[in-house]
């Protein structure tokens, strides 16, 4: 069974620094598409960046130079390293995973995942 369990999340300061943490288990690691999303209170969830079956990576224009997706394969984990954070980055985090998606930023959409994560809240004060 998969399971997917995000920690790492808190209260920061703007411009401070937080990582998140995504464990796997249940499945082949390295053979999904993994990805990370946000949804912030009345908004939508919209990813964040993700790592393919290859190892590529990368995180949308909105957190560009300040957010790295990587991995650590030798313990099915997927990282989300978050620096100069904004109050705007205030948001319940996800991981999610799937077998089949087409792993790039433009096909990160919520409904073609289908293994998440209990999400963990990341807020940012001004």
């Not at 796997?24 to 598409?33: D, E, L, N």
């Not at 939508?44 to 993700?50: D, N, S």
């Amino acid at each position: 069974q998969v399971h997917l369990a995000e920690s790492g999340g808190g209260s920061v300061q703007a411009e401070g620094s937080l990582r998140l943490s995504c464990a796997a288990s249940g499945f082949t690691y390295g053979s999904y598409c993994m990805t990370w999303f946000r949804q912030a209170p009345g908004k939508e969830r919209e990813g964040v960046g993700y790592i393919d079956t290859w190892g590529r990576t990368s995180v949308v224009d909105s957190v560009k130079d300040r957010f790295t997706s990587y991995q650590d394969k030798a313990v099915k984990t997927l990282y989300l390293q978050m620096t100069s954070l904004k109050p705007e980055d205030t948001a319940m985090y996800y991981c999610a995973a799937d077998p089949w998606t087409v792993c790039k930023l433009d096909y990160l959409d919520p409904k073609k995942f289908l293994y998440w994560g209990q999400g963990t809240q990341v807020s940012v004060d001004s």
